[in-house]
């Protein structure tokens, strides 16, 4: 058995990817408190507001990517409603057809054109990358800032005038 010899210095990769082990392995329920965060930081020499600088990266990256799970369900919701719409109107149309000349003629028709586009449609719904996704995204965004804003000023217009009764 060889032993291998111990580096005196790690790329900070390979020191994000050791302390991630070390912290998994240990006994508790796997948190750790504020107060040992600020330790770990200033045993590594990390500046307070390096710390909470990172700390605010962090807590920004987890609600974008909530907002942008919500997005994807949001989508992926829309795109369920119209496969729901599509065939239902589709089986519509095809049993009118059917039942007017014996067989599906003009209704296939229908069927291939619209079943192309919503295809490309469904496609489009289904990316979670790209310019298309951040700039539908974006937009979903200050749609939803825009009314949680709204709704926020509507319901302390409510309580002002509540109060002034």
């Known amino acids: 058995m060889t032993v291998s010899k111990v580096p005196e ?6 020191i994000q990817e050791i302390l991630q082990l ?3 392995r240990r006994d508790d329920d796997g948190e750790l408190s504020r107060l040992q965060l600020e330790e770990i930081a200033a045993d590594l020499g990390i500046p307070q ?19 942008k799970q919500d997005f994807n369900l949001m989508r992926r919701q829309i795109l369920k409603n119209k496969v729901v719409r599509f065939s239902i109107i589709n089986t519509f149309l095809l ?5 007017e000349t014996g067989h599906p003629s003009w209704s296939l028709y229908v069927l291939l054109i619209w079943g192309l586009f919503f295809s490309l449609k469904g496609w489009r719904l289904w990316q979670t990358s790209g310019i298309n996704y951040e700039t ?11 009314k949680e804003s709204v709704q926020t000023m509507w ?8 109060n002034l009764d």
Do not use: S
């Open 22 to 24: 070390a912290i998994a």
């Open 9 to 14: 210095t790690y790329p900070v990769e390979d």
């Open 49 to 67: 507001t390096d710390l909470v600088a990172a700390e605010q990266a962090w807590r920004d990256g987890k609600i974008e990517t909530q907002k």
């Open 95 to 99: 049993g009118l057809n059917t039942i």
């Open 136 to 146: 539908e995204f974006q937009r979903w965004d200050r749609k939803t800032q825009l």
């Open 155 to 162: 319901q302390k217009t409510q309580q002002f005038l509540k």
